[in-house]
Nanobody, 118 residues
């Protein structure tokens, strides 16, 4: 199993930047594909960005392309999401997730961290 713990709640003004982190633990956590999701009140959960094991390939939602960067430090077992030029519509609960790369669905989830952009 993999355990995921996100960094704490964050608030920022529009145009600002934040960096989320997600600490992973588990015997093979560095071999998992990982991603960030978010869910705003009244909306469905959406994938924000995903990254493969080596960190050399990432995919982004159109709404965050050019503003967000996903990265991972496998030596520290940590996933990051650098968020720049934040907008009020980025306000949501953000979750990190992991899956074995041969699987389709993410089956490990963090508890979520609230990001508020005002």
């Amino acid at each position: 199993d993999v355990q995921l713990v996100e960094s704490g709640e964050e608030s920022v003004q529009a145009g600002g930047s934040l960096r989320l982190s997600c600490a992973a633990s588990g015997s093979t956590s560095t071999r998992y594909c990982m991603a960030w999701f978010r869910q705003a009140p009244g909306k469905e959960r959406e994938a924000v960005a995903s990254i493969y094991v080596a960190g050399s390939s990432a995919v982004y939602a159109d709404s965050v392309k050019g503003r967000f960067t996903i990265s991972r430090d496998n030596a520290k077992n940590t996933l990051y999401l650098q968020m720049n030029s934040l907008k009020p519509e980025d306000t949501a609960m953000y979750y990190c997730a992991a899956r074995q790369c041969w699987m389709i669905a993410y089956n490990y989830w963090g508890q979520g961290t609230q990001v508020t952009v005002s």
